[in-house]
């Protein structure tokens, strides 16, 4: 404080013998004889220069005013750039419709010609808030290469730390930044960090569409190799009517570094917030026709966005091993209003993602099957039509969380393949079916766990019923009593089949009695499952003899009906109808006596 009183006093001092036409002072001047005011001089030279400095303040050079900052601004998107002195650098974009962003605004006012920040940033669990912070002008870029090279305003107290200059300037007058910078003294390691918050006035009409605020910069493309040679950050590609094929683009035709190949795939690598979009009303194809890849393949990027694409194989059906579209790690994924199509073995492969939204698409002709996920996170497929589709199991879960269809339609899929399920999962995945519909599918066995359905329709699909059997929930003797009236109606469907068609082989005949023993023996061994937790312990082990003597009898009269043809083809027949029989009365004795 003293030395800046001291200057003080000279600058005023100068600028008063000047503004007199006097001279400069001399080299060694005399001290003053009169020193009896010297303290209401100094305070009042300081005054003065305070009062000087707020009067630069409220203006600066430039087109941009710096009253335009005065207002509430609400936070945007924003950039962080790191370099590593190994030579690295690493970007990263946090955007306001990302379901993990900040939560800030700022608000400018002027009091007189001083202007005044208040800060909020809330982020996860850590919340700032800083009320009162002036604002000190700079008449220099916020940093290297800002857009506006004219001037800044820098946070002081309390915000400002030792190693981080937090500081505002404006864009174009609806557009504030806040800026915050840090970088390493160490001779032996170097890191430079930028943070770059970019923020909107508060009800901003750009944030009725926050998804275009992703994109900084909007191309039209008419051929694959400008789609290829498009992609890049913060970027919404807009595709002609035509057809792209992109395995016709050779690699010396292709400059940029957002393509890297993963084995053999051309994928796009590190890319975030990308648009790639047919354009409206036009018809666009996105192909390849090389059997082993994915068609799009992204790895390692955030919000990439597809929209009104056909997208497929251009390959004879089954000879494909490449997916429709591929995605690892990659948080939020949306594809819309898409139709994808094999021979591609899954219309979508996600491995290790999250946040993914498929709206109002139509997924058909997979060879493996409609969808696979491993270690997904909050899926949405929503108003989609799956169909068409062969093989292994349709739907392949694999150690995901909140995977939601809703208003969605299966329909002529075919999982039949031996140890295939239509929805194959693993033991603590959360599947939920909402309002869809099951139609015309074939499959042995809708699902290895339990999945949870919602108002959904299933209707002319050929299973095995004990398979659904074995896996409905039971709650209480209820749900057994439903499970025994619709083993019953089964039952019917099988026997109308055996005695209305006459075409029938004996290979099938046998099928089917295997197929009413099996439906018989799951039932009885969920009612007896439940049986042996709800009775009590005397009363159980007397009905456990008498089933153990059931057991015995069931079984000698099984053996003694298939030695009437022993070794023949219909023998097989003979036993299975045989326990078949047996098993039904028996459960129907259990249910009226214990459950009803």
Known sequence: MKKRVILAIVTVAMLAMTGCGGNAPAENPEPAENTENTEQDESNAEAKVDESKEEDQSQASGDISLDAMVGEWEFAYSLDHSDYSEGDSYDYYTMCDDPYCPESAIRVQKEGNQYIADYRYAFYESEYRYYGNKLSLKEEPAYKDCPNKDWYM??????????????????????????????????????????????????????????????????????????????????????????????????????????????????????????????????????????????????????????????????????????????????????????LYGSGTYGIDAYSCSYMDVTDCDIYECTYGLLSFSGVSTAHINNCTLRDSREYSMLSIDSCYDITFED????????????????????????TF???????????????????????????????????????????????????????EKQDEMDKRITEDATLDQVTLNSISYESFDLWDTLLNRIWAYLGNTMDESSFESLSASQKEWVQNKEAARKAAGSEAEGGSMQPMLENSTAADWTRKRVTFLVEKYLK
Do not use: W
């Open 154 to 339: 820098e946070m002081e107290e309390p915000i400002k730390a030792d190693d981080v200059s937090r500081r505002i300037t404006m864009l174009d007058d609806e557009t504030l930044i806040e800026t915050e910078e840090y970088e390493t003294t160490d001779e032996d390691y170097y890191f430079h960090s930028l943070s770059v918050k970019t923020y909107f006035k508060k009800d901003s009409p750009k944030f009725e569409n926050k998804e275009e605020i992703r994109y900084f910069d909007t191309v039209t493309v008419s051929t694959a190799e400008e789609l290829l040679n498009s992609i890049k950050n913060n970027t919404k590609i807009i595709l002609e009517e035509g057809h792209y094929d992109l395995t016709a683009v050779p690699e010396s035709a292709i400059n940029n570094d957002a393509l890297k190949y993963e084995i053999s795939a051309r994928t796009v690598t590190g890319i975030s917030n990308l648009c790639i979009e047919g354009k409206e009303g036009a018809k666009v194809s996105v192909t390849i026709s090389d059997p082993y890849d994915a068609v799009l393949s992204f790895q390692d990027g955030n919000n990439i966005v597809l929209r009104n694409l056909t997208v497929g194989h251009e390959v004879e059906p089954g000879y494909c091993s490449g997916s429709v579209l591929y995605y690892s790690g990659v948080s939020g994924i949306k594809v819309d209003k898409c139709n």
């Open 408 to 431: 969605c339609t299966f329909k002529n899929n075919e999982s039949t393949n031996e140890g295939s399920y239509f929805v194959q999962m693993s033991e603590y995945d959360d599947i």
């Open 434 to 488: 909402k309002k869809c519909s099951f139609t015309d599918n074939k499959y042995n066995i809708f699902s290895n766990y339990e999945v949870k359905m919602e108002d959904c329709q299933i209707e002319n699909n050929i299973a095995k019923y004990s398979d659904i059997i074995s896996t409905q929930k039971v709650d209480d003797a209820s749900d057994l009593v439903a499970m025994y009236e619709q083993a019953k």
